[in-house]
């Protein structure tokens, strides 16, 4: 019988109803989410107060990445590892991680294992982020919380134009299948993780409450997912300025307007 915290991710990642996935997720953040997971590697401390993560990742035969192995029990992961060093992480937690440093996940249970693709654990935390996200009121309320997100839209536009490593941002409202809404962006810059931080720390200054931001870049973004779509629509920015007066009097005098993308998850 696989380990509660692997059932319980294996019906999240399941193709299912709006209900089942629900309550997928529930039962997932209720015993897995947030879980202990055990994993080869070490911590070292910085003197200006960040913390390095070293990870031991193995080739796994099948998978395009590197993979980490995660164990939910730790003797377990005492008994493959031996003398190397353990830590204590979450899913969550790898999530993130892996959304900076690509690799896939193997879940090591002595019945059951489950491996994940990047993609996979990126759509996982999609999924985990948005079930806990406002709830929807329908299309009103989406263009609602664009209306309440002009001061970010304003803070970043000029962000952008300040910056000329930025290429292209674009930006649109998110409605998954009718749960929570969510703002998701697509940055294509130079230095982009320099810009992300900056934009990411924007958004905190004029978040809209109970909702946050997913923003990708040339790296992490999923050209097969929702990311593909939004970079289908007209950029919030582009450092391409337009040609003639008229053009340019009239992107001085627009306002950008956040697009709305209605997803089935």
């Known amino acids: 019988m696989p380990h509660p915290l692997i059932a319980n991710l294996q019906r999240v990642l399941q193709n299912q109803s709006e209900a089942e996935l ?23 401390e910085h003197p200006n107060g960040q913390v390095g993560l070293h990870f031991s990742l193995k080739e796994l035969e099948g998978c395009e990445r590197p ?13 493959d590892h031996g003398d190397e060093t353990l830590m204590c992480l979450t899913i969550g937690q790898l999530s993130l991680l892996a959304h900076e440093n690509p690799m896939d996940l193997a879940l ?16 996982v935390r999609d999924v985990m982020l948005l079930e806990s996200s406002q709830p929807y009121g329908g299309e009103r309320d989406a263009h609602l919380f664009g209306t309440n997100a002009g001061a970010f839209m304003k ?19 998110l409605v998954p299948g009718g749960a929570p809404l969510r703002l998701c962006g697509v940055l294509n810059a130079s230095s982009a993780a320099v810009h992300t931080q900056a934009l990411q720390a924007l ?52 306002r950008p307007v956040l697009p709305i993308i209605e997803l089935q998850i």
């Not at 929702?226 to 009239?250: C, D, H, I, N």
Request: overall charge negative; charged content about 20%; glycine content about 4%.
């Open 203 to 254: 958004y905190a200054e004029h978040a809209v409450p109970g909702h946050a931001f997913m923003l990708f870049d040339n790296l992490n973004r999923d050209d097969d997912g929702m990311t593909s779509e939004l970079v289908k629509l007209a950029p919030f920015y582009t450092s391409q300025r337009p040609v003639g007066w008229w053009a340019r009097l009239r992107e001085r005098f627009s």
């Open 67 to 79: 993979v980490l192995f995660a164990y939910p029990d730790e003797s377990q992961a005492q008994a």
């Open 108 to 123: 090591i249970n002595a019945d059951d294992p489950l491996v994940l693709s990047h993609s996979e654990i990126l759509m």
């Open 22 to 44: 629900s309550t997928a997720v529930a039962a997932f953040r209720q015993e897995g989410w947030s879980s202990p997971l055990w994993v080869a590697g070490s911590k070292e």
């Open 155 to 173: 803070a970043a536009q000029q962000y952008c134009q300040a910056n000329s490593g930025v290429d292209t941002l674009h930006l649109a409202v």
